[in-house]
């Protein structure tokens, strides 16, 4: 017979004069400032930054919280990836180089690799594009997949060489991107750190709302096969989804979301 597990919250034998939680979750009492653990979002930051900003409030009285995520790099850092991208023929003042976050961070967050192929060989067909494939280099097999069914106009603007050693290498690289196009994961928020534009792609059971972080429709814009089909997500729980996330993926086909990526090129590759 499995033992029950019994759920305790340390902050309470802490001694902490304030101990804030989410007024939802406070299973014992535990908490002596009680936060609401809101569903829908106030402002553009999104329900993933504001849960945890509201969580800050009371220790802050009206200090105001900036919010939004910075990086910032050293001189060195910046003329290492300027280095790299000039070895590599890369014009940073004349070329507009895209980054695509081509993989996520598990097949379930994956826009379907054919869709994702149509998408490439629609950017290649802006003038004066590079693109760089963000992928860590145990990828390399997948992505020369990829690579090998893209149109030969997206092969001839592909330079799949250009990759960070490390994090802070891709953020260099990323420093002199135009824009950030693909799915949702980590490099879209170093981008988003860095001021760059981004275009997500969201997975069907990822709930947009939460993680897509200060989306304005313009600088920042997301899809997800909710904003076009919500009569049939919104019937549908999120095990369900992650569990046929396959079948959900394959609504959001490229001809589905074509009109809001040409404005979105077309706005920030000028």
């Known amino acids: 017979m499995p033992i029950p597990r019994l759920k305790v919250n340390l902050s309470l034998f802490s001694g902490a004069p304030k101990r804030i939680g989410y007024k939802q979750k406070d299973y014992f009492n535990a908490y ?23 969580l800050f ?15 910032f790099l050293t001189d060195s850092e910046k003329k290492e990836a300027l280095s790299l991208l000039k070895k590599h023929d890369i014009d940073v003042q004349n070329d507009a180089v895209i980054m695509l ?17 149509d998408v490439i060989n629609t950017i290649a067909c802006q003038p004066k594009v590079k693109l760089l494939f963000n992928y860590m280099p145990k990828q390399l097999d997948e992505i020369q997949n990829i690579y090998n069914l893209c149109s030969e106009e997206a092969k001839s603007k592909i330079d799949l060489d250009i990759i960070g050693s490390n994090l802070r290498s891709f953020m260099g690289i990323m420093y002199y991107c135009k824009i950030i196009i693909g799915n949702d994961g980590g490099a879209v928020n170093i ?7 981004s275009f997500t792609i969201f997975s069907p059971w990822i709930q947009k709302e939460s993680w897509s972080i200060f989306e304005d429709g313009n600088f920042h814009k997301a899809v997800h096969v909710n904003d076009y089909f919500p009569e049939i997500i919104s019937t549908h729980s999120r095990k369900e989804l992650k569990k046929n996330y396959q079948e959900y993926y394959k609504m959001l086909k490229p001809s589905v979301i074509k009109n809001e990526l040409t404005n979105f090129l077309e706005n920030h590759i000028k």
């Open 32 to 54: 002596n400032i009680k936060v609401e653990h809101i569903n829908k979002p106030k402002t553009i930051a999104g329900l993933a930054i504001e849960r945890r900003e509201n």
């Open 57 to 71: 409030k009371p220790l802050m009285n009206t200090t105001p919280i900036d919010n939004h995520p910075k990086l």
């Open 101 to 117: 976050s081509v993989l996520g961070s598990e097949e379930n967050k994956t826009y379907p690799i054919p869709y994702l192929v």
């Open 191 to 197: 981008a988003k750190a860095l001021n760059k534009p």
